[in-house]
């Protein structure tokens, strides 16, 4: 089955200790996201790349970053954690963005626990 | 300042009877409209959508209904099912998607 796979399910952090969550395809969509979602609120999109034409939301902080080697792999990098950022993030797929009347297609998650 | 609002965190229904879940917007720029369904521990799956120029959409037991003047739209499960019972989030499309906050439905048999 096609999906959308991330990697891990579970991750611990030290404070500020640099760490990287995955995601995988395998429905060649053009493009992928990135979310954040808190506890009891609404996933908040952090970044999203169209093929390899990266879009940063204006208020995603300087410590998120994305990496997307190919079509089918996107990373989030995370430089310095802090408590704040303990939440699970969220990957997601579509096969265009712009104008966007496609559903999207999430992975499972990575929930992102800071020690 | 919340562009999509659900402002019912939490929803129970009997078993066999109508479940309406509730979305506002405020963005009339705002074209597209999505229903995702959200189990524990899995991501957020496509339910439904409906476009700005329609009123209504239908897919079996789910129908979305749109109230463009209002911004309002909501989802009718009916008859509702246990296996209904999940995070319902209703999803706003122009230049990109915002999300609302979600209403977790409980369907009891």
């Known amino acids: 089955d096609a999906m959308v796979i991330q990697n891990p399910r579970y991750q611990v952090t030290q404070f500020g200790k640099p760490v990287t969550l995955s995601c995988s395809q395998t429905?060649?969509?053009?493009?992928m996201y990135w979310y954040q979602q808190k506890s009891s609120q609404a996933p908040k999109l952090l970044f999203h790349?169209?093929?390899?034409?990266?879009?940063n939301e204006a208020d995603t902080p300087d410590n998120f970053q994305s990496r997307r080697p190919n079509t089918s792999f996107c990373f989030l990098d995370i430089r310095s954690p802090g408590l704040g950022d303990a939440a699970m993030y969220l990957c997601?797929?579509?096969?265009?963005?712009?104008?966007?009347?496609?559903?999207?297609?999430f992975g499972d998650g990575t929930r992102l626990s800071i020690l | 300042d919340q562009q999509v609002k659900q402002n019912s965190p939490s929803l129970s229904v009997q078993e066999g009877r109508i479940s309406i879940l509730n979305c506002d917007y405020t963005?009339?720029?705002?074209?597209?409209f999505l229903w995702y369904k959200k189990y524990p521990a899995e991501g957020p799956t496509f339910l439904i959508s409906?476009?700005?120029?329609?009123d209504k959409n239908e897919d079996g037991r789910f129908t979305v209904f749109l109230n463009k003047s209002a911004k309002h739209l909501s989802l009718h499960i009916v008859p509702s099912q246990p296996g209904d019972s999940a995070v319902y989030f209703c999803?706003?499309?122009?230049?990109?998607?915002?999300f609302g906050p979600g209403t977790s439905l409980s369907v009891i048999p």
């Open positions: 997601a797929t579509s096969r265009e963005s712009g104008r966007i009347n496609q559903p999207q297609h």
């Open positions: 963005n009339s720029m705002f074209d597209y």
């Open positions: 409906i476009s700005s120029i329609k």
């Open positions: 429905l060649n969509h053009n493009v």
């Open positions: 999803a706003a499309s122009g230049d990109k998607v915002i």
């Open positions: 790349y169209y093929d390899k034409d990266f879009n």
